[in-house]
């Protein structure tokens, strides 16, 4: 069975970068895209980007672009997501999902990582 | 507001048949594979469907969906209390620089 095992909560300041990270058991993480979602309290879904971790090849929502990024270190089965010059709006539980290959589903979700931004 | 659109709300009875409709673009919908996902309350969301109409393993036959030109509907029969939840559209939408965008979200409610 595919798993997907997130870091823990996080509060972080205005300004500052937030790094989560997603463990995969049961499978490679070569195998999958892994995507990255997340959604604000009491609002719907927001994808933020995806890596293809057998080539690092990555994929980001216009919305995020250069506050982003989205690695995949397969030594670790792991990928991370650094969202940087945190503000308010971007408090929200942020998932971690992965899916297959050549096509955009996610069939597999972390259980979600708080991350509040507050001063 | 998103690029997918979808009603807010929908309700049904036990045993009842639902739909959800969820309403794009050529350059979403028209073009590219719908997925739709269950997200129960305090959990993370899960893949209903996928390819606009193929169940994963696990996914009961009472979910079923369907697209027609630039739009896509979820349909589940029988309706159960346990499917109390919120449902979300997804699509790759090629307008800009290619991205997925998910719907609104639709609270389903079983009376």
């Known amino acids: 069975e595919v798993q997907l095992v997130q870091s823990g909560a996080e509060v972080k300041k205005p300004g500052a970068t937030v790094k989560i990270a997603c463990k995969i ?81 996610m069939g597999h979700w972390g259980q979600g990582t708080l991350v509040t931004v507050s001063s | 507001q998103s690029v997918l659109t979808q009603p807010p709300s929908v309700s049904g009875t036990p045993g009842q048949r639902v739909t959800i409709s969820c309403s794009g673009s050529r350059f979403n919908i028209g073009s590219n594979f719908v997925y739709w996902y269950q997200q129960l309350p305090g959990t993370a969301p899960k893949l209903l469907i996928y390819l606009n109409n193929q169940r994963p393993s696990g996914v009961p036959d009472r979910f079923s969906a369907s697209t027609s030109g630039t739009s896509a509907s979820l349909a589940i029969s029988g309706l159960r209390s346990e499917d109390e939840a919120d449902y979300y559209c997804a699509a790759w939408d090629d307008s800009v620089s290619g991205y997925v965008i998910f719907g609104g979200g639709t609270k389903l409610t079983v009376l």
Not at chain 1, 81 to 98: F, G, Q, V, W
């Open chain 1, 25 to 105: 058991s049961g499978n490679s993480l070569s195998a999958y895209f892994i995507h990255w979602v997340r959604q604000a309290p009491g609002k719907g879904l927001e994808w933020m980007g995806l890596v293809d971790p057998a080539d690092s090849d990555t994929l980001y929502g216009e919305r995020f672009q250069g506050r982003l990024i989205i690695t995949a270190d397969t030594s670790k089965e792991t990928a991370y997501m650094d969202l940087s010059s945190l503000r308010s709006e971007d408090t929200a539980i942020y998932y971690c999902a992965a899916g297959s290959v050549g096509d955009y589903s």
